[in-house]
């Protein structure tokens, strides 16, 4: 189910192609006043890896960095993996201006994310 928030992320989590993972697609502009919704799901999602689809982003503002920052360390502390998907150069470059890049395993697609994480 596509859930849209009240700051114009759509979020629709559903099951991977394999056992154990669940991929998050996000849709829109992530923003900071959308980062608990991101919380929110990441926390909410029972699995052992978990890809964030973000080919449908067209841009994270830079105090948003900090509910991705937060989604990883939420995956860290419960063991699980967490792969970002599908960034455009614009977000690429958000994460690299503000220095978390190096955190996140990222994959040009779902599918190569989920054959990473298998």
Known sequence: MRRMNEHGLQMMGRPGSRDGLHVLELRGTLSS??????????????????????SGVSHVD?????????????????GRRLALTGMNRRVLNVLSITGVEPLFETYATVEEAEAALA
Not at 37 to 42: C, D, F
Not at 62 to 78: D, E, I, M, N, P
């Open 33 to 54: 006043g959308a980062a608990p919704a991101l919380h929110e799901a990441v926390s909410g999602a029972a699995c052992r890896a978990l890809v964030i689809d973000m």
């Open 62 to 78: 830079s105090t948003a960095v900090g509910g991705l920052v937060r989604a990883y360390v939420s995956c860290q502390k419960s």
